[in-house]
């Protein structure tokens, strides 16, 4: 492990505004049996600075896109959730040198969320250029199995907002919103081509996004999301409310294949995604098949 890392594992435990919560002690009970956390139902009591509605956002990296929406609504407490400490570390320096009374991390796997958030704790959550997991649907951040945990601690009409470049992982929340029959406020396959005033017109929600969250979701930006922009990949949106009674059922009918084929190819720091390697090796396998059978 690099100094660098090192240091600024160091540093994270110095900032008031990070928790990192051992996992042994979320475990100890087995994986289906989280313990919960001190700090679940207390967080404006703890790591706030005023009573105010939470909104979190999951995966959030480096926390750029935690940090822009506290400083542009001050009225709302936010959570950045990523297991990269290394990341975190950007926007827990940030948060703590600037003094940013409503801001928060917390390091952990989306996976343990349930451990820290009581019933009606949460107001809204965003998903920002989540992994989309193509090969694993449970572990998409908009399956049902994720859906359920939300619901636990999601206020009734709490807004999921997921942006992202995956055309796939799009369609997939799309069909499970609509298999599950959940309000859809927004949505758009490109969202930079479509206007704020039409947003939300297709699903006759006007009104239902505040000015705010619409100049957020314009103006703010993550690394990832320019990265990919500037690659020529559009970014699709998202807008669903949860509230549901019932387990959330698999989307019926959802061509996994076909949105997996025009995902098209991806490249980080100059290198292809794990997603981009398996469809360049399924591609050349594919050619040597079929090359096989014409001989």
């Known amino acids: ?52 509605p939470i909104i979190l956002e999951l995966g959030c990296g480096k926390g750029e896109y935690t940090i822009d929406l506290a400083r542009r609504n001050p009225q709302f407490n936010y959570i950045g959730v990523d297991i990269k400490g290394a990341r975190l570390w950007k926007g827990a320096k940030y948060a703590s040198e600037n003094a940013l009374g409503n801001v928060a991390f917390l390091r952990t796997r989306i996976e343990f969320i349930t451990a820290f958030f009581a019933e009606n704790e949460i107001s809204g959550i965003w998903l920002t250029f989540s992994d989309p997991q193509m090969r694993s649907e449970n572990s998409r951040l908009t399956s049902p199995l994720f859906l359920e945990r939300y619901r636990s601690f999601l206020k009734a009409g ?47 929600q006007e009104g239902r996004l505040s000015e705010d969250e619409l100049n957020a979701l314009y103006e703010v930006q993550t690394f990832y999301e320019k990265l990919f922009l500037e690659q020529g990949y559009s970014i699709t949106y998202l807008a669903f ?18 949105w997996r084929s025009v995902e098209g190819p991806r490249s980080i720091f100059g290198h292809d995604t794990a997603e981009t390697r398996r469809q360049k090796l399924a591609a050349k396998e594919k050619q040597g098949n079929y090359a096989e059978s014409k001989k």
């Open 1 to 52: 492990m690099g100094h660098k890392k090192l240091k600024k594992f160091a540093e994270n435990e110095t900032f008031k505004c990070l928790l990192q919560p051992s996992a042994e002690e979320l475990l100890a009970d087995g994986y289906f049996n989280l313990r919960d956390h001190e700090i679940k139902g207390r967080w404006n009591e703890l790591m706030f600075e005023k009573d105010q």
């Open 158 to 204: 709490g807004v999921v907002h997921l942006k992202t470049d995956s055309r796939f992982l799009y369609e997939y929340s799309h069909a499970v919103a609509v298999q599950n029959g959940l309000e859809i406020i927004a949505s758009t396959t490109d969202l930079y081509a479509t206007p704020p005033g039409e947003l939300t017109l297709e699903s006759g």
């Open 241 to 258: 409310v949860i509230d549901h009674e019932g387990r959330f059922e698999h989307p019926e009918g959802f061509d996994e294949e076909y």
